[in-house]
């Protein structure tokens, strides 16, 4: 069965960047588009970012300009570099397919922003 491996997380003060990072051991990405979710306490899992096939991406109104997702083929791995990082990015970022998610989800990696 897919595993998606989410990584990267951490805690960052306000205006820092953290670097995640996606894989699945044993399926390729690059035939699907890609997202990078999250999900903040009490709130539903949204989608900030994704990449298709092709190499063309789209955000969510609130991290345009401030994170860029990417991916690298040969790795079969999928990042989110974000900056400009605030309280409100204070989520658990995950992985999936888009749209519809179709993979099973990993366990996320959690960004905490704060001072």
């Known amino acids: 069965q897919v595993r998606l491996v989410e990584s990267g997380g951490g805690l960052v003060q306000p205006g820092g960047s953290l670097r995640l990072s996606c894989t699945a051991p044993g399926r390729a990405f690059s035939i699907y588009v890609m997202g990078w979710y999250r999900q903040a306490p009490g709130k539903q899992r949204e989608l900030v970012a994704h990449?298709?096939?092709?190499?063309?991406?789209n955000y969510a109104g609130s991290v345009k300009g401030r994170f860029t997702i990417s991916k690298d083929v040969a790795k079969n791995t999928v990042y989110l570099q974000m900056n400009s990082l605030q309280p409100e990015d204070t989520a658990v970022y995950y992985c999936n397919t888009h749209p519809g998610a179709i993979m099973p989800w990993g366990q996320g990696t959690q960004v905490t922003v704060s001072s």
């Open positions: 990449i298709t096939n092709g190499g063309n991406t």
